[in-house]
């Protein structure tokens, strides 16, 4: 897992079934030191929002998962709302 | 999952079993600024109505295989939604 935070939504109408109803959020993934290093876009399962730091599943079957489907083009999905994590940065 | 802007179409006539009617588009990945962001590539189109211009989001890897039917297709990237706003 990865943690992330959110930077914002992303809005799609046309998309794989899979997607149909599911919320996007645009996620920066947070380095050791808590910076941001890169994105993702992910599955919110736990009502983030925008500027919740927020635990990133990022690994394909895990992430089916939480859909109860053995298929599924998914990859990542939040999984938790942080409420404290400490960077020590190595 | 990554975002994309559609730049160009693919049309390859010779295909090995699995391929026949996909369609490929080439996809030039985006940064969360919606700038260009690494190499171009070429992405099996799953909504089936996604065009140039357009901003996409897709899969990578074995979750592209799980995009298109039937499962497993052998393909390495996958558009699965076609974005109409982001918000950041």
Redo the contacts between chains.
């Keep these: 897992m990865k943690v992330g935070k959110v930077a914002g939504t992303v809005v799609s109408t046309i998309n794989h079934p899979f997607y149909d109803g599911q919320k996007l959020l645009l996620c920066h993934v947070l380095d050791r030191s808590g910076e941001p290093d890169g994105y993702t876009i992910a599955v919110d399962r736990v009502d983030a929002g925008v500027g919740d730091t927020v635990l990133i599943v990022d690994e394909g079957s895990s992430a089916r998962q939480f859909f109860g489907l053995d298929t599924g083009p998914v990859r990542a999905v939040i999984a938790g709302i942080v409420d404290e994590v400490e960077f020590s940065d190595g | 999952?990554?975002?994309g802007r559609v730049t160009g179409t693919v049309v390859a006539t010779i295909k090995v079993d699995g391929l026949e009617g996909v369609r490929f588009l080439i996809v030039q990945p985006v940064?969360?600024h919606l700038d260009p962001a690494g190499t171009p590539i070429v992405a099996a189109d799953?909504?089936h109505?996604a065009g140039p211009g357009e901003l996409v989001?897709f899969?990578?890897?074995?979750?592209?295989a799980?995009?298109l039917e039937p499962?497993f297709v052998p393909v390495d990237h996958?558009i699965?939604?076609?974005?109409?706003?982001?918000?950041?």
């Design positions: 999952m990554q975002l940064d969360e799953a909504v109505m989001y899969v990578a890897s074995r979750e592209a799980e995009a499962r996958a699965v939604g076609i974005v109409d706003e982001v918000h950041v």
